[in-house]
């Protein structure tokens, strides 16, 4: 008998139902007069309910207790779910059957998907059963993070445990893949090993010479140990070679430690270590050493030469009151010239200034203080200068109103009374000369002073004793009123003390005909005071058009004049000043006794300066198509025009300050930014004498003079120094990609690796997936954007002094970088510049990349230069086969005996 049923059921298996049922027509009828129970004292195999549906229809054979399920059938058991065109489930053997149909095409639709738990698999026919939970599944293809399992008879087992006939992995996605690797005999336990029969490496269906009689690969879903297989290569400097070969150490799920090092055949050897570091909600890191020892290859006086270099980023991710962060880069100034960086690190290979910082900060809560401390290096490898700041502290008090509550109305120049308190202390250490503070001889200056040491722990006492610490304390006050409606007004009051620990003491020594400078220790402070007031409005003025494209141009302008003071302290009764004879002849000279400190010494002479600034915008509406709400679009022509000078009324000549100009704007919706500052001299200069020295400069004799410009018809001066820069920032129309900080652009920092602030949290992320984040956030030099067809990205500045009579000092600078896209999969980048003072172009990168579905094609080249190297990389795009790579590189080394 057959019962017939449209739509869903539900079935169990505590109860057989009997019934004698005849189909006549449309119509069933049914004898329920009889139910029995069978078996029932058996206990059910079957341990919860199972659910299922089909689309088009499902039939059950009370009988032999079958049920068919046809069209887009649903089964769920537990954590086990069955998705396939037909199936069959006969309720006697506890099986159940699931397999495709075809269309008159032939094209096989519903292919039975199998999902246990996490995993899924779709295959062409399969058959479970729900005693045994063993499973015999033909043509079955599995995904495991990011790779593609296929199989042609499987055998899954009660634990799992999957025997595969016939078997191929791979991580690309098609039915037909590119590549696999593919075996005979394949055993998965899940969690722990692949043990596998012969396999060999395919290209589709032809074979290649890389073959193996057997393997066993471990599979933990959590990161594990393992060797990392080293590069190999030669280079005409240092031989052949084995790179990055080593051990990685899966500590725990929070650190792990990647240990590599190099061999070379003449004798060179290196050695990186690399750490990931994270605790969530708290922070995240990596910390990298890496040391190089290079041996030339003169054999009659090799040179040895020993590298190393540190890099460390640690980014907190707490919300609390305190954070550390860091961001380190420091080394041996020969490490970038003995190591080949451009392929790995191009901007890197050719940045000679490095800087590190480390950082921590405190928030006192319920306190309106905050303090911050940093541990400041910078480094520049070209000239060995290393400057440290150890450490530079500062505690700030937030702006207090002490009288807002006092007073009831908030506009009340009372109630914005404020004032806040910061102090800074600093200790900077470096190895660059001694710049001499002063303009005559002084007889015990060291010997060293002069000149760059190094930075060594043979020179620690040179160091120390160059080093500058200090701290100074600031304290400004400030209210702020209402003035004839239209205007306000500032006043303001602000108090500075220096903090020392030692001061300078001066002797005129008339046997030597020079000054002795001696250090004095001890606590030394001295205060200083400055005050004054600005006045400020703003002005609006709109011109409207009655037709045209134009409707109307607006200009805000933003005049102010503003009032300071502070004393001469430079007065000797202030007790920092003080007169110093300098020669036999009784010159005197008024010096500091802080001259050259950290935060040098309060300002020496009166001043009584009337300021006059005046900033403008300027915005045009145009009607604009893209708008369909107002019809218009703003258009910014001028984003800030602005001019400022001064006038000192207490000084007793050159009163008057240079006027400054600056220009900022916009063009075709920020694709064009262009800026102009310049400083234009008020004042005439005569020229006293001009010769020409050995090297053919113009060398000039001059003085400016106390005399405007204007007043002898020559303008309001002369333009002493300028600087222009204009900037393209090009992508194609209705482009939405950011190229604004690519991180692989030279002209926006470090290649190789996102600043800590650029990069995504690891939140709501499995621990497989959090590896593939890091791996995109460290390497993204690997990934190229395949949606834009291009960008351009052009940067030109140019830089004029001139000073009078003397011949304008003229640098220019040009950058360009950008990326084409030739085909959907073939994206070329470029960056250089050109060095108009060398009149050469500076270090060239040249990049291909293509996209071959489930592999990746590089190719890095600098065609000239000193850097002059190429790379090619074909690898496996997923990171589960990262070392399934060819590579072929000859480093700028290849090209020097």
Request: proline share 4%; glycine share 8%; aromatic share 12%.
């Amino acid at each position: 008998m057959l019962l017939f049923f449209q739509g869903n059921s539900q079935e169990t298996d505590s109860l057989e139902r009997v019934s004698n049922e005849v189909e006549v027509g449309d119509t069933i009828i049914v004898d329920t007069t009889t139910v029995k129970p069978t078996n029932a004292s058996r206990k059910s195999d079957i341990e919860t309910t199972i659910n299922y549906n089909a689309k088009d229809s499902l039939f059950f054979n009370i009988n032999s207790r079958e049920l068919f399920l046809y069209g887009e059938t649903h089964i769920d058991y537990g954590e086990i779910a069955l998705d396939a065109e037909r199936m069959d489930i006969d309720w006697n053997k506890r099986t159940l059957k699931a397999k495709y149909t075809t269309d008159s095409t032939g094209r096989k639709i519903g292919k039975p998907v199998f999902t246990d738990g996490p995993d899924a698999y779709v295959t062409d026919n399969i058959v479970y059963n729900f005693k045994t939970e063993r499973a015999l599944i033909k043509g079955v293809v599995t995904e495991q993070q990011g790779g593609f399992m296929h199989g042609e008879d499987v055998k899954k087992n009660s634990e799992d445990e999957l025997f595969i006939r016939g078997a191929e992995y791979t991580t690309c996605n098609l039915e037909d893949p590119h590549f696999s690797i593919r075996s005979t005999k394949l055993k998965v336990i899940p969690n722990n090993k692949v043990v596998s029969g012969p396999f060999n490496m395919r290209f589709r269906d032809v074979p290649t010479p890389l073959f193996f009689p057997f393997g066993m690969f471990p599979q933990p879903k959590e990161k594990s140990s393992g060797i990392i297989v080293p590069s190999y290569g030669e280079e005409r400097r240092r031989g052949f070679f084995l790179r990055n070969g080593g051990y990685y150490f899966a500590i725990s799920d929070y650190v792990d430690l990647r240990l590599t090092g190099d061999i070379y055949s003449k004798g060179g050897n290196g050695i990186t270590a690399n750490s990931n570091y994270y605790k969530r909600y708290s922070f995240r890191g990596t910390f990298n050493f890496s040391y190089n020892k290079s041996v030339s290859d003169d054999v009659e006086n090799p040179l040895e030469t020993n590298d190393y270099w540190v890099r460390w980023n640690h980014t907190p991710e707490s919300k609390g009151n305190s954070s550390i962060s860091a961001s380190v880069s420091a080394g041996t100034s020969s490490y970038n010239n003995n190591n080949n960086l451009v392929n790995q690190d191009f901007t890197r290979s050719i940045n000679s200034q490095f800087a590190s910082n480390i950082s921590y900060r405190k928030i006192f809560a319920g306190t309106p203080f905050n303090m911050s401390s940093n541990l400041r290096h910078s480094q520049n490898i070209q000239t060995g200068i290393v400057n440290l700041t150890l450490p530079d502290i500062t505690v700030n008090m937030n702006r207090i109103y002490p009288f807002k509550d006092v007073v009831s109305s908030s506009k009340s120049p009372l109630a914005k009374f404020s004032f806040s308190h910061n102090f800074a202390a600093k200790n900077e250490l470096t190895n660059d000369q001694v710049r001499d503070p002063f303009s005559f001889d002084v007889l015990n200056r060291s010997a060293k002073s002069d000149s760059v040491i190094a930075f060594n722990e043979n020179n620690l006492n040179e160091i120390f004793r160059r080093s500058q610490l200090g701290g100074k304390h600031t304290i400004p006050i400030s209210t702020s009123m209402n003035v004839l409606k239209y205007f306000t007004l500032n006043p303001t009051f602000n108090y500075q003390e220096l903090w020392y620990i030692k001061e300078l003491r001066y002797e005129y020594i008339a046997e030597e005909n020079g000054v002795r400078v001696d250090t004095v220790d001890g606590f030394s402070r001295a205060g200083s005071w400055s005050t004054g007031a600005s006045l400020n409005t703003r002005l609006y003025g709109t011109a409207f058009f009655n037709g045209g494209k134009i409707q109307a141009i607006r200009h805000v302008m933003t005049p102010s004049v503003s009032f300071s003071y502070s004393p001469d302290f430079s007065d000797t009764k202030y007790g920092v000043y003080s007169d110093v004879q300098i020669d036999s002849l009784g010159n005197t000279q008024r010096v500091s006794k802080y001259q050259g400190f950290a935060f040098g010494s309060p300002p020496g002479g009166e001043s009584k300066t009337i300021g006059l600034s005046l900033s403008n915008n300027i915005e045009m509406k145009v009607a604009s198509k893209k708008d369909t709400v107002t019809g218009f679009k703003k258009v910014k022509l001028f984003e800030n025009l602005g001019l400022s000078s001064g006038y000192n009324l207490a000084a007793d000549s050159f009163k008057l300050s240079n006027i400054n100009i600056n220009a900022r704007t916009s063009l075709f919706d920020g694709k064009v930014s262009l800026n102009f500052t310049g400083s234009i001299d008020p004042y005439e200069y005569l020229l006293i004498s001009e010769t020409t020295n050995s090297s053919g400069a113009k060398v000039v004799n001059q003085r400016r003079l106390n005399r405007f410009t204007w007043n002898n018809g020559n303008g309001i001066g002369k333009l002493s120094s300028m600087t222009t820069a204009v900037s393209f920032n090009l992508s194609p129309k209705g482009s939405k990609r950011n190229t604004s900080a690519l991180p692989s652009d030279p002209l926006n920092g470090d290649q190789g690796i996102i600043p800590p602030e650029d990069q995504v949290g690891f939140d709501g992320y499995s621990d497989f997936e959090r590896q593939q984040v890091q791996h995109i956030q460290n390497n993204p030099e690997q990934y190229v954007d395949f949606n834009v067809p291009w960008t351009l990205r052009m940067q030109y500045s140019i830089n004029r002094n001139k000073r009078g009579f003397q011949e304008a000092s003229i640098r220019q600078s040009f950058q360009f970088s950008g990326t084409l896209g030739l085909t959907d999969k073939t994206q070329i980048t470029f960056n250089s510049g050109y060095d108009f003072e060398a009149k050469d172009f500076t270090t060239t990168r040249v990049g291909v990349t293509r996209d071959l579905h489930c592999w990746t094609m590089n190719f890095d080249w600098v065609p000239f230069g000193r850097y002059q190297s190429y790379f090619l990389s074909i690898r496996v795009k997923s990171s589960v086969l990262q070392d399934l790579k060819l590579e072929k590189r000859r480093s700028f080394f290849d090209f020097f005996n």
